[in-house]
């Protein structure tokens, strides 16, 4: 099992350069949803890695990060996605770099001790101005040192300097979320830069996304939008603020299917 993901993280992490080979789109949850009181939103996401194998991704937050304790029901999940060939990575928040490093790396450290099996980080509120590089590239490392095949996901949530995947000839992320908004989702644009990369370093998050087959906005309008824009990881859902990713879009399975027949090479 370990070997196994440790395979399709690599693949995931080390196309550096685009090419025309096959690229289909990948699907990762912020799945911000307790499987002790909404066990059915993870099932779906188990469903989903059978659907699509080696092409999911959940992103756990029991308590705005780790928490304090772990949670046998958190284990279970992530033992069950797991063996449905889906990853789990945990969330941890770096409030744009204003919050200190040791801190966020305690928060690395207690994800790895509470649930030894997890696949990697996602960083959140991740700055995306110059001079930041560095205590990201830090922070890329630390994760890497604790399990090299670990995934590093960071979420600006907006288009960024391309000094963010790349600073001084290493990696600061595996994947960047570059974009994250319930509006614009048909007009998402890439950074021009991202053009020379493979799709799969980038990662965008659409919410308050009509499930209506309407020409204006329905959730495959803006998935194809995305694999236009050389995107290679992404989730729609319906769900909106104050917290789109409290629970699992309403049409899932419907995305799910549409990703699996679109896309195709």
């Not at 912020?30 to 059915?40: C, E, H, K, R, V």
């Not at 939103?41 to 890695?49: G, I, M, Q, R, V």
């Not at 919050?99 to 966020?104: E, G, P, T």
């Amino acid at each position: 099992m370990e070997a196994m993901h440790e395979l399709l993280v690599l693949s995931l992490a080390c196309q550096l350069v685009w090419s025309q080979r096959c690229e289909k789109m990948r699907i990762m949850v912020p799945a911000y949803f307790d499987p002790s009181s909404n066990s059915q939103a993870w099932s779906s996401l188990n469903s989903a890695a059978t659907t699509l194998p080696n092409r999911i991704v959940a992103i756990a937050n029991p308590s705005n990060g780790p928490g304090s304790a772990a949670q046998s029901s958190y284990q279970n999940v992530i033992t069950a996605l797991q063996r449905q060939t889906g990853l789990v990575i945990g969330y941890v928040s770096t409030n744009y770099s204003n919050r200190a490093s040791n801190l966020v790396q305690d928060d690395v450290d207690t994800w790895y001790r509470f649930y030894p099996t997890i696949n990697g980080i996602f960083f959140d509120e991740v700055a995306n101005t110059d001079g930041k590089q560095p205590y990201y590239q830090s922070l890329y490392n630390y994760v890497k040192s604790k399990n090299s095949s670990s995934l590093v996901v960071n979420n600006p949530g907006a288009p960024t300097l391309e000094t963010y995947l790349f600073y001084n000839g290493s990696r600061v992320a595996d994947v960047i979320c570059i974009f994250e908004s319930g509006v614009g989702g048909l007009s998402m644009t890439q950074s021009s830069w991202t053009s020379k990369y493979s799709r799969y370093n980038f990662y965008a998050l659409f919410y308050n996304v009509t499930d209506v087959n309407v020409s204006s906005f329905d959730y495959g309008d803006v998935i194809d939008r995305a694999y236009q824009q050389n995107v290679g990881w992404v989730y729609v859902t319906n769900d909106s603020l104050p917290n789109p990713w409290d629970t699992i879009a309403s049409y899932f399975s419907g995305e799910v299917d549409y990703i699996k027949n679109d896309n195709q090479c």
